[in-house]
């Protein structure tokens, strides 16, 4: 029996397959390779010692699953292939509910098709909207998203949460990540952004390396302690565990679930450079800008609930999320390519 993983020869998904191959699972990879490399499963590959199927296609492709759960007999699907850019969302909504709602709902129709009933998703914090109180927490109800790529991730539990209520054999776990950073110790695969990078760490780590100028700190006067944003940023070998516990979990559990994998503690903007300067010796020189439109001043996980039932907990802080990211960085100063 074997673990699908869709995008995962992305950024989470790679670092995922590598915790899945490192501990003796068989791993079929689907990727259509909007925005990655296959050279991240070539070096998961080789640091695992152990290959992957990789499959070019795409989840909207319902012949290509169709061979693949021929092909294969797949005990589990680990969903993480979707288009992730909250700024692109906005100009692009229709783009982002066709690859990802869409997406998924061919994927579960063809799933049940090949009588597979084992579902982890790629959920995101952003489902709890901007009203939502802090520390967010699994019973605190979701939704107010701001942006179509929020909303999309919004349906899509709606959509596990009622087709598990309609299919007693469907078992499916919402993974809700707070802010993936950092890279597998190696060095040898990390975050891959193209273009100018969106996300922090991504761009603080181009400036270190000398491909971008500066940073642009978004917002200087949030009611946060230093008047920038805060964020619960979680080590990405340490989000790739938490997949293999849900799965681990899916045996027992029956019906939809959802679980924050977060840290449980916020750092600001200003807290993430001096942290990064400390683990790099270099100088970031930055700017504040104007707040970024759609941006919450702070929030964090309660991550007390996959702690209990998954027996899940962050192992790594942030000095090795900001090593790790300038290893990965240094070595590998035009990433994939
Ligand atoms: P990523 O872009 O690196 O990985 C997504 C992968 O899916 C890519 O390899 C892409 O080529 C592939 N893909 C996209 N659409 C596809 C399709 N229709 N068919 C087949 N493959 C497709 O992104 P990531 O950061 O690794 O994120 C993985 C998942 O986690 C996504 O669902 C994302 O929304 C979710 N997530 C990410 C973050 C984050 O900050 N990185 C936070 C919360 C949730
Ligand atoms: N941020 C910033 N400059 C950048 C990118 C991000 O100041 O170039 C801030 C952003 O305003 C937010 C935090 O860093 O407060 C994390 O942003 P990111 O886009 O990485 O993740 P988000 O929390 O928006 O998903």
Known sequence: MAILVTGGAGYIGSHTVLALLQRGDDVVVLDNLSNASQESIRRVEKLAGKSAVFVEGDVLD?????????????????????????????????????????????????????????????????????????????????????????????????????????????????????????????????EDPSGIPNNLLPYIAQVAIGRLPQLGVFGGDYPTPDGTCQRDYIHVMDLAEGHLKALDHLAKNTGYTAYNLGAGKGYSVLEMIKAFEKASGKTIPFEIKPRRAGDLAAFWADASLADRELDWRVSRGIDEMMRDTWNWQSKNPNGFN
């Not at 759960?69 to 969903?79: G, K």
């Not at 700024?87 to 066709?98: D, N, Q």
């Not at 090949?114 to 927490?137: L, R």
Request: contains cysteine; glycine residues 6%.
């Open 62 to 190: 319902r012949a290509c699953l169709r061979d693949l759960f021929a092909a294969h007999q797949i005990d589990a699907v680990i969903h993480f292939a979707a288009l992730k850019a909250v700024g692109e969302s906005t100009r692009k909504p229709l783009e982002y509910y066709e690859n990802n709602v869409s997406g998924t709902v061919v994927l579960l129709e063809e799933m049940r098709a090949a009588n597979v009933w084992n579902f982890i998703f790629s959920s995101s914090a952003t489902v709890y909207g901007e009203h939502a109180p802090v520390p967010y927490v699994e019973t605190t109800q979701i939704g107010g998203t701001t942006s179509p790529y929020g909303t999309s991730k919004l349906m899509i539990e709606w959509v596990l949460r009622d087709f598990a209520k309609a299919e007693p054999q469907f078992n499916t776990i919402a993974l809700r990540y707070f802010n993936p950073v950092g890279a597998h110790e190696s060095g040898e695969i990390g």
